[in-house]
């Protein structure tokens, strides 16, 4: 079982930024995956969550309108599109799943390693 999470680096505020997240080992296109961060300080907070035919939930209000969830079940590949970068937005993203498709906000077991975004100028 893997997620590999990618895509991350430094941009200015806002700028975008494209992460994707690469599943493997599991029925990927059966399960919904999420994405979650943590910033320093700060406790983990879900950002966004796919399910497996591609409907799209968000979990923090901070994301609608500025961030996209989709997902490509031929390349086993789930990505976040983030525009309008706000330095609040600095954290570690980590894709997760819990091998069901319902988007559920907590019940997590399994995670990838995380990608760091830096939003600063």
């Known amino acids: 079982f893997q997620l590999q999470a990618s895509g991350g680096g430094l941009v200015q505020p806002g700028g975008s930024l494209w992460l994707s997240c690469v599943g493997s080992g599991f029925s990927f296109d059966r399960v919904s995956i999420a994405w979650f961060r943590q910033a320093p300080g700060k406790e983990r907070e879900g950002v966004a969550c796919v399910h497996s035919e591609g409907g799209a939930t968000y979990l923090t209000n901070s994301a609608k309108g500025r961030f996209t969830i989709s997902r490509d079940n031929s390349k086993s590949t789930v990505y976040l599109r983030m525009d309008s970068l706000k330095p609040e937005d600095t954290a570690v993203y980590y894709c997760?799943?819990?091998?069901?498709?319902?988007?559920?906000?907590?019940?997590?077991?399994?995670w990838g390693r995380g990608t760091l975004v830096t939003v600063s100028s």
């Open positions: 997760a799943t819990d091998l069901f498709n319902n988007c559920a906000i907590t019940g997590y077991d399994y």
